[in-house]
């Protein structure tokens, strides 16, 4: 069935769809089901681009090395018709220059290399006793009470306070950098104003000053955590710059949290939505684990990647210049009725392919261990301290596509 609010020519494979419909934001997953039955490759006409859906073509672009997330390597902004930097966001532009999620080899690789090791599993799994504290010192507040608002009181709290340990930034600083973070992404939102511009580059310029102070800070007393380590390590003879260090510092504080936070609330919402006993999803670790991965098939946080065509190249009968932008939407891929039986139904036994919602290739999220911790680590803590948890009213899901989050999700038991 296709949705009212989306119409599809299959002829030309064009698509017409208003992101701020709240019939869609709130549900995508039914404008996703339809696309796939329909025009799973399409050319949104709002977006002007051409967007992906089939799990096997979003896979094989995330990993495709003739598309990258920079174009600026390998062409000058002339030769492909780009108009000039806006001088209103240079801070945030200078912010992102060294953004892992915006370089490509060789920077990419020697950049990734210097924090991947921070990131390994069995690094991260040594958090595992401060997560635990952490999550039920947070319940131990709201107990008694029988209702939380679980986002402000649990799922905002819990990954900023992780990550910002990690890399040695006060914890007290979690509310600011939670600001800094929440204007700093408006940029990516589809159809940003003005007004989330000039709101970007003020906090990126507020954001960069308080980094360079905490690594001024840092050169002077290194201490056991990773910004030290960023400062200290080299790669074949180099060590980061203050740019790169920079850079590197707000991608990670800002990815660290935010798709965190949404997942909490999501995997939440769809467990309380569905008729499974939390008991038996959280039966031990394996039982655990499936929960939590068929959580972030059925409900992901970020929906969609961007690459660059770095050469021309055609991938399902549609042909791209060097230089054009495709969209991979990784949460549509999660839903291909190719790979998973009844896509749109939350089954944690399911044994299917891998959900694409930490991304593939180059770019896999570097923190997916550190996410699948937490996630793995607080859920059952919640479920098991309050037995009975309801939803307690309709959640009200976040006004932004391509993010996918809720705003409030009040809970009783
Ligand atoms: C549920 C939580 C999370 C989800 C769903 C998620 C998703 C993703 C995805 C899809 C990508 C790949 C983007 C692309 O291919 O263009 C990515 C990259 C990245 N993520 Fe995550 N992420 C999560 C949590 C985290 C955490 C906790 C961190 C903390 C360090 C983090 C840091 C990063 C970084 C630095 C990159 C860029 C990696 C690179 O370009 O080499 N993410 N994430």
Not at 18 to 27: H, I, L, Q, T, V
Not at 127 to 140: G, H, N, S
Not at 273 to 282: C, G, I, Q, R, T
Request: proline share 5%; aromatic share 8%.
């Amino acid at each position: 069935m296709i949705p009212s609010f989306l119409s599809i020519d299959t002829a030309t494979r064009h698509v017409s769809l208003d992101a701020s419909n709240p019939e869609f934001y709130n549900n995508p997953n039914a404008a996703y089901a339809a696309l796939h039955a329909h025009c799973p490759t399409f050319y949104w006409e709002q977006q002007k681009q051409w967007f992906f859906t089939g799990y096997d073509h979003v896979n094989a672009l995330l990993r495709d090395r003739r598309f990258g997330r920079q174009i600026l390597h390998i062409a000058s902004r002339e030769e492909l018709g780009l108009p000039e930097p806006d001088q209103h966001v240079a801070n945030f532009d200078l912010a992102e220059r060294y953004s892992l999620l915006e370089l490509e080899p060789p920077e990419h690789t020697r950049l990734r290399t210097l924090v991947n090791r921070a990131f390994v599993s069995r690094h991260v799994e040594k958090m595992k006793p401060e997560l635990t504290e952490l999550a039920t010192r947070l319940i131990d507040d709201f107990e008694k009470k029988g209702e939380v608002e679980l986002l402000s009181a649990f799922a905002d709290i819990i990954p900023v306070t992780m990550i910002a340990r990690m890399i040695g930034i006060p914890e007290e600083m979690g509310p600011q950098l939670l600001k800094w973070s929440h204007a700093y992404i408006r940029m990516y939102l589809f159809g940003r104003t003005r007004e989330d511009e000039d709101g970007a580059d003020k906090a990126s310029k507020e954001f960069s000053d308080y980094v360079k102070g905490m690594i001024a800070e840092r050169r002077a007393n290194p201490r056991d955590d990773l910004l030290t380590h960023m400062i200290h390590t080299e790669h074949k003879g180099q060590y980061l710059t203050e740019d790169e260090l920079v850079s590197t510092t707000i991608v990670l504080l800002n990815a660290g949290h935010e798709a965190t936070v949404h997942q909490i609330g999501n995997s939440v919402r769809v467990i309380l939505e569905s008729d499974y006993n939390p008991a038996e999803l959280f039966k031990d670790e394996a039982t655990t684990e499936r929960t939590i991965e068929e959580t972030l098939r059925i409900c992901a946080p970020v929906h969609i990647f961007q690459r660059w065509a770095l050469e021309d190249v055609e991938v399902d009968g549609i042909s791209f210049k060097r230089g054009d932008k495709v969209s991979l939407i990784l949460a549509a891929a999660n839903l291909d009725p190719a790979k998973f039986s009844d896509p749109l139904v939350f089954k944690p036994a399911r044994s299917e392919a891998a959900n694409l919602s930490f991304g593939a290739g180059i770019h896999f999220c570097i923190g997916a261990p550190l996410a699948r911790l937490e996630l793995n680590v607080v859920l059952p803590i919640l479920f098991e301290r309050l037995p009975g948890l309801k939803i307690a009213g309709t959640p009200a899901i976040k006004d932004v596509y391509h993010f996918h989050g809720l705003d409030r999700l009040d809970l009783r038991w």
